[in-house]
């Protein structure tokens, strides 16, 4: 074949592919609606990654048989998102350009959702679903978890004046979550006529507190502020206890599952306190018939639910409402609509106020290995941080 | 005057339990030249043991044979289907033990999934001493320590097994023409090590966390002690589990957790740099 006869055929082949793919674009318009949800399969956090599978894969089928997204079917496609953020970036352009995926999902660390937010660049509606540190205003994506205003103040202030504590030790590991965390936690310290006694950030290798357990023995301290992740948190609560601190000494954590409280174990969990907008056992109705459905449909020997996993129903919810709403998918549009957008979820309702959510928050206090709801703080705004 | 105390209990007890933990590994790799990289998957192993043992109520001791039985067996399978053909290939044996790791790692995780699992304190509560309050647990663990390196030195040093050990380990063509069995002397060496590592995994479990990776955690801090302490003798393993621990507990108290473990860093890359044969080297 000449030169010239085969760019010419190389052409029409090109022509012809980019015109059959405008035709499948236009056909999809009342077909399946792929989402794309970023879920940690692997990695440190691929701990929650099967319970976020079941709840994603709960979340569509309740969603389909509502009659879906835009009556559009929804289907979705897993991407890891428990891999280095650019890694993880390079699977959702994949979900994006190379599967078709219209809608994205996000349960994974701020790490991973600044990357996306680079990919996605305001072009493809992206809901980010765990519990973060705040902050964040880029167009297009809409926050279904909680900020620490809204966790940390209210819960920290009640549980002070309740068990009468004034001096404050915080421990956290050493990243961008804990150390926002812990400066709205500094302002709340002062409020209430506290002292701060100590503040520490652990690298993510370190798995003997020792050292920070004499210091906080030696600081006096009576509340001490938990924002270590993980298997950090589980191994410095089981030291923590096993010195006898736990008797006198209030935890409080923003971070402290159902999962990490397994770990900490009956024997070392006296006076752990978690702040969360969701927990397993909350004595909803909503919150009930989503735990019951949940062991029905995936047995008793399921994953444990958590606020993380169960993130993801809120959502994929959240994305069908704010995009019903704006009878379309573009991010315009859907930006356009999302304040006040309301909807019920399986830990209470919700209504968007700055593309975050006001929502119910829960103070539970650990009995042995399960949560017990001690105090829920209604309706908690979540702040402005779209200042322009 | 009671942080001094804190501090020298917490060091000591840091140095016996990764001298516990780095028994098993210095055991194969000084004697048989194996770098085992499941070595904290048995430590892992051991673990999960005492996890089975108490969620079928029975005593926590019966945690002890069960982890040593489990370790023997997949140490013997490992040996004998893996291991075996690969002494005096360092690499491969690296390579190999690697994915055996994974290959437990994953086996726990599907059998048990990855949660947290937690072990109870045989005795919980602490007691007061020297004018301070510890946990008894930690007290009891570092007893135990003591007495089982008391008991392996002497052993090492005066039973003839030991003395084939060591006959094998300075030459192995001399000590089989004498007849020492030395492919069988290899094979139980490799299972007493793994062996210990499950019994290490045993006594720490009601303090540390239990899941199907932590055994990672426990190889890395092994080989800190493995470079500073030298291999081969149990003399450079407690002295390097006792530089390492000691600098982490001495650095983090007085900086924080960052220097502590910044200094151990440190210490192994001078070492590798300026003494690769650690402080105590058998050549």
């Known amino acids: 074949m000449k030169r010239r006869d085969f760019i010419k055929s190389s ?48 979340a569509a089928e309740d969603i389909n048989a509502a009659g879906g997204i835009l009556g559009r079917q929804i289907e979705i496609i897993f991407g890891d998102a428990g891999l280095p953020p650019a890694e993880a970036a390079q699977t959702a352009l994949r979900l994006w350009r190379g599967e078709g995926c219209e809608a994205f999902i996000g349960m994974h660390d701020s790490a991973v959702r600044g990357a996306l937010i680079n990919v996605f660049k305001e072009q493809v509606p992206y809901v980010y679903c765990p519990n973060y540190e705040g902050g964040e205003c880029a167009n297009g994506v809409y926050y279904v978890g909680e900020t620490p205003a809204q966790s940390v103040v209210p819960t920290m202030t009640w549980l002070a004046n309740e068990k009468n504590c004034k001096k404050f030790y915080l421990i956290g590991n050493d990243y961008n979550w804990p150390r926002d965390t812990n400066a709205i936690a500094k302002n709340t310290i002062a409020d209430i006529g506290g002292e701060v006694v100590g503040e520490e950030y652990m ?59 397994m770990g900490i174990g009956a024997e070392n969990s006296k006076n752990v306190f978690s702040a969360a907008s969701y927990f397993a056992n909350i004595e909803t ?89 001690v105090k829920t703080f209604s309706k908690q705004e979540p702040g402005n941080f779209c200042k322009a | 005057m009671e942080a001094l105390i804190t501090f020298v209990l917490n060091f000591i007890y840091s140095s016996a339990t990764l001298a516990l933990i780095v028994l098993g590994l210095a055991m194969v790799f000084g004697l048989l030249g194996v ?47 893996i291991i075996r053909h690969l002494y005096n290939r360092p690499f491969d044996t690296l390579l190999a033990t690697w994915g055996v790791a994974i290959l437990i790692r994953k086996g726990i995780e599907a059998i048990f999934s990855r949660d947290y699992k937690s072990v109870d304190q045989v005795m919980p509560g602490t ?31 005066k039973s003839k097994t030991g003395l084939r050990i060591r006959a094998m380990v300075q030459n192995p063509g001399l000590a089989s023409a004498v007849g020492i069995d030395t492919s069988r002397l290899s094979t139980v060496t490799f299972i007493i090590g793994v062996s210990f590592a499950g019994l290490a995994g045993v006594l720490l479990a009601p303090l540390v966390r239990v899941e199907p990776y932590i055994g990672l955690d426990y190889l890395l801090s092994s080989f800190f002690i493995l470079i500073v302490g030298g291999l081969g003798t149990l003399e450079g393993l407690l002295i390097g589990s006792a530089v390492i621990g000691g600098s982490d507990a001495l650095i983090s108290t007085i900086f924080d957790k960052t220097a502590g473990y910044l200094s151990v860093l440190l210490l192994s890359i001078l070492f590798l740099w300026l003494r690769p044969d650690g402080i105590y080297s058998r050549r």
């Open chain 1, 11 to 58: 052409l029409t082949a090109v022509a012809a592919t980019a015109a059959f793919q405008t035709v499948a674009g236009k056909a999809m318009a009342g077909s399946v609606l792929k989402v794309g949800v970023m879920i940690p399969l692997s990695g440190p956090a691929g701990l929650f990654g099967p319970a976020s599978k079941n709840v994603s894969q709960m």
């Open chain 1, 285 to 373: 109705a909503d919150a009930k018939a989503f735990a019951e459905s949940y062991s029905a449909k995936f047995g008793s020997k399921a994953a444990l639910l958590n606020g993380l996993s169960t993130s993801c129903y809120d959502g994929l919810t959240a994305l069908d409402a704010i995009a019903e709403r704006a009878g379309g998918l573009s991010v315009k549009e859907m930006d356009s609509v999302a304040e006040g957008t309301a909807f019920g979820s399986p830990r209470g309702d919700a209504v968007m106020k700055n593309r975050h959510l006001t929502l119910d928050i829960y103070l539970a206090e650990a009995k042995g290995t399960d949560f017990k709801i």
């Open chain 2, 127 to 157: 007691i007061d001493i020297l004018g301070i309050t510890y946990p008894s647990y930690r007290l009891i663990l570092i007893a135990i320590i003591i007495l089982l390196f008391v008991t392996l030195f002497a052993w090492y040093q």
């Open chain 1, 203 to 261: 690298p993510f290798t370190v798995d003997n507190f020792d050292s920070s357990l004499a210091k906080i023995k030696d600081s006096g301290a009576d509340m001490v502020l938990i924002t270590l992740v993980g298997g950090a948190s589980v191994s410095f609560n089981r030291a923590f206890a096993s010195f006898g601190l736990a008797d006198n000494v209030m935890r409080l954590g923003t971070l402290i599952d159902e999962n990490t409280l």
């Open chain 2, 35 to 81: 770098m085992n990289m499941a070595h904290g998957e048995f430590v892992m192993l051991g673990a999960y043991s005492a996890y089975v043992v108490q969620s079928l109520g029975l005593n926590f001791i019966w945690a002890i044979p069960i982890s040593i039985l489990v370790c023997v067996i997949v140490g013997w399978l490992m040996e004998w289907t």
